[in-house]
């Protein structure tokens, strides 16, 4: 067994240098309490966990299937209030309230979803933008039952310790990123709806005249970014203490976009890189005289990876440092001259 990991450690991440610093980057997130135990960075590492989970989501839904949702934040919001709530009135535990409170967003993303599936482009992005100001307003309509605009405080700690809780979102981070990635991997032998919502994305009308069913997937395809929205927004309510109408705020919904726009979109890494980059890089603004201009500052950023690498950060160094050979179709070191595999030339 142990021969088999090395061996494909060996052949399928050390010659590709896009999968090596994902390994690098994934060791240094684990030892990072090792090297510092301030809570400040600990923190700031454990919100951008759970934001990279958020991002991903809304690539996995608007991205890959070309779904472009605007309004994200309603999953976000729901998965929140739903832990927060469940927590308050039954006094569940977080790890229970959590996955409910993800599973009753996916539940809205169903629903939210149909009214949807005849729209497409502008009309589709309008219609999602609504849903969660509609549930902002539901929200402040019973102040008795969500807390109004002062929401759900003193939620409990994910753990004992700061530590630990950024262990906790590491790890669900970790299992969510690959299994969404699983699910949109084109070239999976055994999961196909990658394969498909490249299709919906491309052509959906020719996907149709193929047998697909379009509709069962848009409809999966909101389940399931519902889903992992929701299990952002309720790690996130149990790691500040509390939950608000923040969280359905359309400036969240939009910052998300700027995410995986920086890293770039249709690519589960680009993502994690948008994340990991900009959340902090904000923060860090925040210690400086130029605080409140932070979001211009992002926003600035973006706009000048847009017109120098327009497919994203992350996928312009990836096209930078790796080759894909055009007869097997596997990922090269940009150094070499022919592929590893199959021996054709790579230029």
């Not at 308050?88 to 149909?114: D, K, R």
């Not at 100001?133 to 039952?145: E, G, N, S, T």
């Not at 969510?176 to 084109?186: E, Q």
């Not at 697909?212 to 992992?228: D, H, P, Q, S």
Request: proline share 5%; hydrophobic share 55%; charged share 10%.
């Amino acid at each position: 067994m142990l021969r088999r990991l090395f061996k494909d450690f060996r052949w399928g991440v050390l010659p590709v240098p896009g999968r090596l610093i994902a390994i690098v980057f994934f060791v240094f997130l684990f030892i990072f309490p090792l090297i510092t135990s301030a809570r400040y960075p600990i923190l700031i590492l454990t919100l951008t966990c759970i934001y990279a989970i958020f991002a991903v989501s809304w690539d996995l839904l608007s991205g890959y299937t070309g779904l472009v949702n605007f309004g994200h934040a309603l999953f976000f919001g729901v998965g929140g209030y739903g832990s927060a709530l469940l927590y308050q009135y039954l006094g569940w535990p977080p790890a229970a309230t959590i996955i409910l409170g993800a599973a009753g967003a996916a539940a809205i993303g169903v629903i939210t979803c149909l009214p949807a599936l005849k729209l497409r482009g502008p009309y589709l992005s309008l219609l999602t933008l609504a849903f969660p100001l509609l549930v902002q307003q539901i929200v402040l309509a019973f102040p008795d039952v969500t807390g109004g605009w002062n929401g759900i405080r003193d939620l409990p700690f994910l753990a004992d310790t700061p530590v630990g809780g950024y262990y906790i979102c590491l790890l669900v981070m970790t299992g969510a990123v690959l299994m969404m990635w699983k699910l949109t991997d084109a070239g999976s032998r055994y999961v196909r709806t990658g394969l498909i919502f490249h299709a919906i994305r491309e052509d959906e009308i020719a996907a149709r005249a193929t047998g697909i069913n379009t509709i069962k997937y848009k409809v999966l395809a909101f389940a399931i970014g519902g889903f992992f929205g929701g299990i952002a927004g309720g790690l996130f309510g149990h790691t500040i203490q509390a939950v608000g109408t923040g969280s359905l705020a359309v400036s969240l919904s939009f910052q998300v976009i700027l995410w995986v726009v920086f890293g770039g979109m249709v690519s589960i890494y680009g993502a994690m890189v948008g994340v990991f980059t900009l959340y902090p890089f904000v923060q860090l603004l925040q210690t400086t005289p130029v605080s409140s201009y932070r979001i211009l500052i992002m926003a600035v950023i973006v706009i000048l990876i847009l017109l120098f690498m327009p497919e994203g950060v992350a996928v312009w160094i990836r096209a930078k440092i790796e080759r894909e050979c055009p007869r097997c179709k596997l990922a090269n070191g940009a150094w070499r001259k022919e592929c590893r595999a199959c021996s054709a030339s790579l230029h």
